[in-house]
DNA sequence: TTCAACCACTT
DNA sequence: ACCCTTGGTTGAA
């Protein structure tokens, strides 16, 4: 049989071997099997590791004694234990892990798709060529590899389903299904008739991807038919769960994926950055992990699974995680971890001249050119490149990503703005970006497979040593250094006007550190704002200003908040908006009564009732479970106004409500209807001068001051 | 008026 | 299934 070529996009472990399923070249949607025993590894005590042996040999697995490579400890005789079938490892695991807990074990816990591409060379979403007999892969080769700017598209039949209407609101109508132009709506009831309706519509597109809005938690549990494209196997639900990441508690509904097709959740999946459906394949590509599986995780599992295929391919034993309880940390500890990256603190005030300059990437950068991993000793801190010494684990994954995203970027800079493939390109650097940031807090992470707080802690301490550097160049060059923040610096000198102006610098800073650097933009004026406390002290991360192009930025202030009301967050735009006119810092007050005019005309719009209600609402994650607040914020208070209504919640979870006079103070949106009477107008009138007060505010005071002389 | 609790920001 | 700290606002004491 001639050989196959195509797209691998499912793999899975059969009920025997593993399944995989090729976009074929032909068109054809193709179910393959092939072999694939799996083998784990377990070291520690002798007596114990015979009593393991004995466990294993009784089951039927295939035993060897082996010397392997520990990241940490070096070569150690391990037991390995391979499985033919691929499924029934995760329950022998578990078994085996219960009944010998102190035994440290290895590649358990791998993820297939890696193994997979550990030992084909080949991935998902990638091209390979397969030779089959029947259905049975014979041999398998890639044909290309993540790691190319301009793979071919993948022609994937692309399936949307959404309801008319957020069903945790009110039952939706109508199941609205789109498919290239065809376009057309399902009623839900009778529920009988639409489950045929909707059976038929999958069968006859066969979508390589079903995108839902609420599939996950409402539309996919509900079907009593077989979504997926391989018949043999069962939707695959999880949980809904809350847990905590990224310094808060997140709330994940349930889950469905497919076998031989995707689904993805719109509203419950890719919760992270902004890159979109574009950077979901484009991180399930360089990761290896699923497409399902990307979608619905954070980039740091992405990263660890790229840690994981690093180690597999040059021998090193991936690790179990055991997960370690929270333990209260030492002063010791304390006093270390406080080391965080460079914050100086801005001198306060508007300023003139200024340009913004960005270290790209500046932890991963570190990481590689300073061949920062758990696995080395502590690097010189003074900068001499080690350049005998063999790449650790953690450039190792890095390298190709820096290099990638910064081709992506490069080739980003070449295309004009409006260019559809613009995007495309955005959202990929966008979601490489991510892995890249999250690699650097995984060092520093308690249970990460290949972190060491010494790594992290190293990579911070070079950050600030860099940025001093360059802070030093700067001044050597007659520049102020207004302001230094994590990577970046904001930098002055009169009659720089323009970003020629500042090359020299970058040039000079670049070459002395070795991390690539950008311009970030030059300001007309830019604005370090001082605390509302004490106006004395200067808050490094709350600042505003307008580029020579008329482009705004801000950072901390409440436009940047989720919790600010679009009502606020709309005047104080509309305020900055106004101010950014002015050209010149001299010409800022003259744009200050046209400020003042818009806030008061959009209070009077509140007044008079013509504010559209969904600019009111306000939206705030439960930081906990409802019973468990001391003084229930509005949120809660929300919270307990939709369970009254015989409705659910659970801590992470996001509430949306209007505040409102009288108690409870507020109204959750979704639970009956608004008295639009009862509006707390006053409050937000308050909050958005509040809003519209740190913009001009700061700006008033601070031109009295310059005016005043006091910066002379 | 003071202070604890709560929420979200920075990258 | 990421590290850290911090400011601003609210409402109880």
Redesign the pocket.
């Known amino acids: 049989m001639a050989p196959l070529t195509g797209w691998l996009i499912d793999l899975y472990p059969n009920e025997t071997d593993l399944a995989l399923w090729l976009l074929a070249d032909s068109g054809e949607r193709l179910l393959l099997r092939m072999d694939f025993p799996i083998t784990f590894y377990a070291a520690g005590d002798f007596s114990a590791l015979r009593q393991a042996w004995r466990f294993l040999r009784d089951k039927g697995v295939i035993l060897a004694r082996e010397t392997r490579r520990d990241l940490f400890t070096g070569e150690r005789t391990v037991l390995a234990a391979t499985v033919p079938r691929p499924a029934s490892l995760p329950e022998l695991f578990a078994e085996l892990s219960a009944a010998f807990p102190a035994l440290d074990y290895y590649d358990a816990d791998v993820p297939l798709p890696l193994r997979f591409a550990a030992r084909t060379g080949g991935g998902l979403l990638g091209r390979c060529r397969i030779d089959a007999t029947g259905n049975r892969v014979a041999a398998i080769e890639a044909l290309d590899s993540p790691w190319e700017l301009d793979p071919q598209p993948i022609p994937l039949r692309v399936l949307e389903l959404s309801p008319d209407v957020d069903p945790a609101l009110r039952p939706p109508g109508r199941l609205r299904v789109k498919y290239g132009r065809v376009d057309y709506t399902i009623s839900l009831e009778p529920f009988q008739s639409f489950e045929i309706a909707l059976h038929a519509t999958i069968h006859q597109f066969d979508p390589d991807l079903i995108l839902s809005d609420y599939g996950d938690t409402w539309l996919l549990p509900r079907l009593t038919f077989n979504p997926n494209r391989d018949p043999a196997k069962d939707v695959l639900s999880r949980k809904a769960e809350s ?1 905590f ?4 508690v997140v709330y994940r509904g349930s889950q469905v994926y497919l076998f031989g097709r995707w689904h993805i959740d719109r509203k419950n999946a890719m919760l992270f950055g902004e890159y979109g459906l574009e950077g979901v394949l484009e991180q399930a590509r360089v990761t290896g992990l699923g497409v399902q599986e990307m979608a ?3 980039p ?2 992405g990263i ?1 699974a790229m840690q994981m295929l690093t180690a597999l391919r040059t021998g090193v034993l991936v690790p179990v ?1 055991k ?1 370690q309880a929270e333990s209260a ?1 030492t002063l010791d500890e ?1 006093i270390r ?2 080391k ?1 990256g460079m914050i100086y603190q801005p001198l306060i005030g508007v300023h003139e001249h200024v340009a913004q300059i960005d270290f790209a990437s ?1 932890y991963p950068s570190i990481m590689v050119n300073f061949n920062i991993s758990p696995e080395k000793k502590g690097p010189a801190l003074s900068g001499a490149t080690i350049g005998s010494e063999v790449e650790g684990l953690i450039p190792q994954t890095l390298r190709p990503l820096l290099e990638k995203r910064l081709a992506l970027k490069r080739r980003l800079a070449e295309l004009d703005p409006r260019d559809c493939r613009a995007k495309s390109l955005k959202a990929r650097a966008a979601a490489l970006k991510w892995l890249l ?2 690699c ?3 060092l ?5 497979r290949f972190g060491k707080i010494e790594s ?1 802690e190293a990579v911070t301490s070079i950050s600030r040593e860099l940025l001093l550097q360059a802070k030093e160049t700067a001044e050597e060059l007659g520049f102020t250094v207004l302001h230094m ?4 610096l904001f930098v002055q000198k009169p009659g720089c006007e323009q970003a020629a102006d500042f090359s020299p610098l970058l040039a000079a800073i670049e070459q002395q550190t070795g991390i690539p650097i950008a311009l970030e933009g030059v300001y007309r004026w830019v604005a370090f ?5 004490d106006k004395r ?1 200067p ?1 490094p ?2 600042y505003f200003g307008v580029f020579l192009d008329g482009e705004i930025k ?3 202030i409440e436009l ?4 600010t009301p679009p009502f606020v967050a709309k005047v104080q735009l509309a305020v900055l908006q106004c101010l950014a006119g002015a050209k010149t810092l001299a010409q800022v007050q003259d744009y200050i009564p046209k400020a003042r005019e818009i806030v008061e005309h959009s209070n009077r719009e509140l007044r008079a009732g013509r504010v559209p209600l969904e600019d009111l609402v306000i ?6 479970d409802v019973n ?9 208070r929300a919270a307990r106004q939709w369970i009254d209504a015989g409705k659910s919640v659970a801590p992470g979870q996001v509430m949306r409500f209007v505040f409102t006079r009288g108690k409870p ?1 507020v109204w959750a949106a979704g639970v009956g209807e608004l008295d639009e009477r009862t509006v707390d107008v006053g ?1 937000y009138i ?2 958005s001068e ?1 809003a519209a007060g ?1 913009i001009w505010g700061a700006l008033i005071e601070l031109i009295k001051m310059v005016t005043d002389g006091f910066h002379l």
């Open positions: 847990y990441a990224y310094g808060q619905r995780k954070s740091g599992a660890t995680v997960q940390k304390l971890a406080d965080g500046m940031v999250v650097f807090g995984y520093g992470y308690k249970n990460a992290h923040y994590i990577d970046c704002l001082p605390s509302k406390r002290i808050v991360n709350r801000y950072r901390g940047r908040r989720h919790d939206t705030q994650r439960l930081s906990r468990a607040y001391k003084f229930p914020s509005p949120a809660a103070g409050r308050r909050l509040s740190t």
